[in-house]
């Protein structure tokens, strides 16, 4: 693995991703955090970004639950309509008999549905979407342009990084120095191996000018400095192991503390999930409740029932024969006598 | 016969008051009564098409309540998907959305039932009894002439003995007026006998003629007497016609109203089970320990870490 201190963060590789399970988040495929092991430098900050969103997908439930209430207040409000304009027209119209009655209480029917419906509604308007915004206030408390909670975290984690921080800071430059110190000695040793080479040339009298480009002095002043940095790499190299060292002892401390927070953020995440999962149970009951096993639902049902029982075609028939009919009393004409 | 206009029964429910209504209290045989009953028949027109406004609009309100369910189930699943949320988590969100679209079905089902079997029978039922011939009905139109044809003679009759009875009692008041003049005269001793003849004579002719329509009346009574059970059979057969067909018409309404109890009943309604056991499904998947975990491998503490290890040059 490359540096700690990474510019560019490479494409997801490790095995740990690639067992990516089925549900997409599509906040993966931004995530700057990705990729990363939760102890490096700033990766906890994805961890913040989720503590943020929990405001955000609690706002879009209870919004989404709000749309849901208005549609079934719409519906009932239209059906409460429909039975009014239609009785109305009903009690003027040419109906008689039984075959009104029955009809009058038909067009009721609206009636238990629109009650049920705005029960279902008002469950949801005054009752679920406030406990939701409720809870929603209590966990997300504002202060200015955060939430208290994710600053809280964040000021904890920065805490935690703090020293170790320094402590990678060190070690990089540790590091740097070493690498520099080995390539000051490669240079060194080049330099000096050249001028041992010119000496043996001289020695073979293959080289002319070789003699004038070195001498005794030269020579040992090259030794000295190859000797100079060959102790600075061994210095260097000594100082680079025990920042490494040190960093091994700091890390299970590091790690723990890191931990510990993070395990705040997993229990906050938690109860919001347990939450949601709870906000769901109350949403699958209240729609049971206006469907099924209803009890209004079923008045309406019965009543239904006893209406259709009343209807009765022979009595209304009889009925307008009487009144109308061939049983009415007609007048018929008779011998009148004149009277003065 | 002066027309009488027809003020429309005020509605009411059973039973109907008298009110303003001017067929009643009037008999059924009388002339233009009859129109009561093809009052009805058009009242029963009437009825069908209110019938089939009212449970026309009762199916657009559902219709518009489950396209709306729709819309909103389709962009609520939209949104939860792009949104932030993870895991189990989200999976039982978009799923207890999908739970509850069952209502939509379930009254999907009812504007079917709705639609098929009492809207569309009514429909029927009008186009097949109710056939309009431009500017009427066929089948009242008939009922109509029927009675008007039955009653042609019998108003010709009632004319004829209303007739008849003016000419007698006309009659009988000039031979009144004659005899009390005959009287006068005859106590007047200043009176001429030719006066008295005269008088005398026009008395007789005056009660001739009041015992000629006296029995013309008479006779015309007889006839309407003798008429009167023929009369009465064909106007009963007409209005039986009027009651068969009220009585198919109840009938139907009868049938729809049952119809329409089905339709509107959903307590065996399947998609409302399906929404159950989807709810229960989803309810029973959601696991938060679960995304806990899974975030924790992915962005906690469970990633793998690069920890600082001693790195030599490489060249």
Known sequence: MSLFNRKYIAPPSSPIISNTTRIRSASLATNSAYGRGFFEPGAYSIVLKRCENGHDLAQQLADMFDERAQIELAYANQLRHWSYKWRNELSKSQEYGTNKKVWDQLATTGEPMAYVHSTLSASLSESLIPNLRQWRKEHYERYLLHYKKTKEFERDFLDAQKSWNKLLDKISECKSMYYSACKASKLASEAENKSIYYLACKSTKLVDDAESKSSGEQRKKLADKADVARREIIFTRTKYQQAINEAREQRPNYESTMKTIFERTQAFEKRRLDFFKETYDQYAKILEIATIDNSILKTMNANFKASLLVHDSLQDLIWWDQNYGTQTNSRWPEYEEYID | ?315
């Open chain 2, 1 to 315: 016969m002066n027309q009488v206009q027809c003020i429309f029964p005020q509605g009411q429910t059973t039973p109907e008051r008298v009110l303003s209504n001017p067929w009643y209290d009037k008999g059924f045989c009388e002339p233009n009564q009859y129109k009561a009953a093809i009052d009805r028949c058009k009242g029963g027109y009437e009825s069908c098409e209110l019938f089939i406004e009212i449970f026309s609009e009762r199916a657009r309100i559902e219709r518009e309540y489950i396209s709306n369910l729709e819309k909103w189930s389709a962009a609520s699943i939209k949104e939860i998907s792009q949104s932030k949320e993870f895991g189990t988590n989200k999976k039982a969100w978009i799923e207890s959305i999908r739970a509850s679209k069952e209502i939509g079905s379930t009254h999907g089902d009812i504007v079917q039932r709705l639609q098929e079997n009492v809207i569309d029978k009514m429909v029927s039922y009008k186009k097949e009894n109710y056939g309009k011939s431009i500017l009427h009905v066929k089948k009242i139109k008939e009922f109509e002439r029927d009675f008007e044809q039955a009653q042609k003679s019998w108003i010709k009759l009632l004319d004829k003995i209303n007739k008849s009875r003016r000419d007698y009692q006309d009659a009988q008041r000039l031979l009144k007026k004659a005899e009390t003049a005959e009287k006068i005269i005859e106590s007047d001793r200043g009176a001429e006998e030719e006066q008295k003849s005269q008088m005398k004579l026009s008395v007789s002719t005056y009660k001739k003629q009041s015992e000629a329509t006296r029995s013309k009346y008479q006779q015309n009574i007889e006839d309407m007497k003798n008429t009167r059970p023929n009369y009465e059979n064909s106007m009963k057969e007409v209005l039986d016609r009027t009651h068969a067909f009220e009585r198919r018409r109840l009938t139907q309404f009868k049938t729809l109203f049952a119809a329409l109890h089905q339709a509107l009943i959903i307590e065996k309604d399947s998609h409302l089970l399906t929404m159950t056991d989807l709810f229960n499904k989803s309810a029973a998947a959601h696991d938060a320990e679960k995304d806990i975990q899974w975030w924790n491998s992915h962005f906690g503490s469970d990633t793998n870490t690069a920890w600082p290890s001693f790195e030599e040059l490489k060249d």
